[in-house]
């Protein structure tokens, strides 16, 4: 399986839904975000891509590991300081800006260079909803937005051979 692809599609998904759930759309909408990640996913998980010798798969296990534990204490954290000082409305915006911020160590030590564009995305997203954004459009603005970066991540990390498909079935 392609870890990479794999988070990227569910957590796109995962955006999309809420996008459309904050948006006071029809609950049976959320399947199209999802209907679109599973596409993709089956869509990459066909292409070719370059072995990867199982030491780098543990090095880059390891990497995303410690960082995604990282991210979650962030996340932890940022969404009860949202919620201490009254601001529920921008934990969505405040997730986005720790997940791009999570993306910048994963972008140099796997190396991905795609990552980089993922990470800024997802900061310039969370930060511009913060700041222009009227509380009520936060969340379906940051859901949508953050799927679709998600999704051209992956469609970048396919389009470009070697640039950080981690195939863990290949052994």
Known sequence: MRGGIWVLTIFAAIWGALGVLGAGMPPLLAA?????????????????????????????????????????????????????????????PVIAIIVGLHFLPLARGIPVSAYYGTALALIATGVGVLLWLPPSH???????????????????????PGRGIVDRDSD
């Open 32 to 92: 199209v975000p999802v209907a679109v990640s599973i596409a993709l996913f089956f869509w990459a998980t066909r292409q070719p891509s370059a072995p990867v010798p199982e030491a780098e798969q543990a090095r880059i296990g390891r990497l995303v590991g410690i960082w995604s534990a990282v991210e979650g204490v962030a996340i932890f954290a940022g969404v009860t300081v949202c919620q201490n000082i009254g601001a529920a409305h921008a934990i969505p």
């Open 138 to 160: 936060q969340l379906p603005a940051t859901g949508w937005l953050a799927a679709v970066i998600l999704w051209v991540s992956c469609v970048e990390l396919v389009s470009a």
